[in-house]
């Protein structure tokens, strides 16, 4: 969200900070029950009808239930994360952002009743809702005072979480996509030092992942909503960083990769999983080292989930910060670069560096990327931000971007970044007057030309990694049990086989192509310790150790000890195999195909591949003195007899 608007200041003051955290509110560990959807007002449900869930992913496109494509053209209806800024009495409206007390519901249920709001957003144009809450939300007990539901008499004597409910029930209801966006742990003005930092600043990793699993629970029977928005803007504190991949307790990449599990395991297997690159790292000093990673950390280190069809990645941007620049003024402001202060051509070509890289086919990264937070006020003059904006936009309508506005709602007088502002007679404001010069650019972005109809599916190709544990991503693996414990294991998606390995780091590189899904019905596999299954005369790689599959069956996970390969996982082919395969070398240089499909799954590491009309049936290595015990041949063997 906004940091101007949100009085964001990198504070390198560790006893300014310190104040900050300690004035965040608590949370309260009693969790009221869901408030049944009949209860709630019927809205008319006219887009209900225009596309279907669930949602998943088809390379860089996302597509309903029916295959067509789903383009989210979506807005932030804010407030249920929480409105005061940390300083002064809670009561006070002063004391919360831009004025305006939310009680830690959405915006706008005091000054407009529920369905007029709902029509209002159809006449926009959206067809989707990211819609922010806070940890502190899930768990507060006391009802929301009446005057916050005024314009909505049928919600008093709730909490915070049945508010939250009637809306969520009241937007699918109506057609609405709707997802789901933990954007703090405190139910405080998000994005500063502000006990927000990390999905576990104010709270455990445990705690984060066990009430994502409840709120993903709590909305598994309503089939339009659609995602999980894991965090919002994860960023540095007074003292340390977030990383991607340390294996730490501040690393992003793991904790996401083990709620998006959690999640599609233990809750609801349909909802997409959206990933927010890293916000910030370092301190915001010219001469110390600071940056914006957003997504760029995706390209040598990507998710992979149970569900190859479910990941999302997103990135926020705004005009006042910058690739390098946090969008403060004042303390934390340095003299790096806002992204309005480049040129229309820079300015697309850090977009794509930063993140629409991603949406590039045929990598172990590939994804939809939804520009979850971008915006700007309807009371800006400046050139370069009004230029910004106009430039943003013909950039998300020239590729057919996936985007959520920031803000959707907010009160007249108050917040002129909202689309849509009520004052307190229920009156409507916003880009839908003729006077908002936003407007046009706003048009242009929903009426641009987009992809529709059926996604045609594309081979998928997803990392595996064994950096700092086990990444078994296959279901029916899984069902089998520990079948080498005490090993790091590895193990494709269902649907997906083993195509690539590396000579260290532990990476794999698992793809459906060519064949689509190899794999037999049921859950059969063979753990290869050993050279049994060589045949006779079949030594494809002299003198080192071969671990190969039995005969019509292919690599589709492995395990190390340390460097060593330690198994080969292999399961059953759904048809016949061929049987004569070649030798790929990579323990010395890089032997993949030309075409270097899949992307580069081992950064820094020698890597072998087999073709795509290929398997993988056999891994070589060596355990002479001196030499890596890591992988260092693949045996490839054509698809087809």
Known sequence: MPTIRRLVKYLTSATAALALLTAAPTALATVPEPVAAKALPQATAAAADTWQPPLSTQGRYIGDARGNRFRLKSANWDGAQGSWTGSGSITDPANHHAGQDSYGIPLGLDRAPLPELLADFHELGINSIRLPFSNEMIHATAPVPDVAVAANPQLRGRTPLQIYDAVVAALTQDGFAVILNNHTNTSRWCCGIDGNERWNSSQSTQQWTDDWVFMARRYATDSRVVGADLYNEVRRDVMDDPNWGAGDSHDWYAAAQQAADRILTEANPNLLIIIEGINWTGVPVDGLPHDRPTLTPVRTLSHTLVDAHKLVYSAHFYGYTGPRHSGATGIGETHDARYQDLTRDQLYQVLADQAFYVTTEGQHYTAPVWISEFGIGANETGTAPRTWFGNITDYF?????DFAYWPLVGWEGHDDWALLRYDTAGRRYGILDQGDWRATAWSHLMTSPTRTGTITPVPVWRMLTTD?????????VRAGGDWDPGAYKAACPDGLRLIGLSHTSGRGLCTDTTAGDLRAAGNAQTVVTDERYVPAG????????????????FLIGYSRRGDRVSAALCAPGRTPLGATGRTVWFDRSDTRPADMAGGDFAYGAYKGQC????????????????????????LCTPLKP
């Not at 700092?468 to 029916?476: I, K, M, T, Y």
């Not at 073709?611 to 693949?634: C, H, K, N, W």
Request: one cysteine or more; aromatic letters at 8%.
């Open 397 to 401: 309508a020239d590729h057919d971007a």
């Open 468 to 476: 700092h544990g086990d990444h078994v991503q296959s279901l029916r």
């Open 538 to 553: 079949g030594d494809w790689a002299g003198g080192y150790t071969k671990l190969q599959c039995p005969t019509g069956q």
């Open 611 to 634: 073709s795509a009309d290929e398997y993988a049936a056999g891994i070589a290595f060596t355990t002479r003195v001196g030499s890596t015990a890591g992988p260092a041949a693949l």
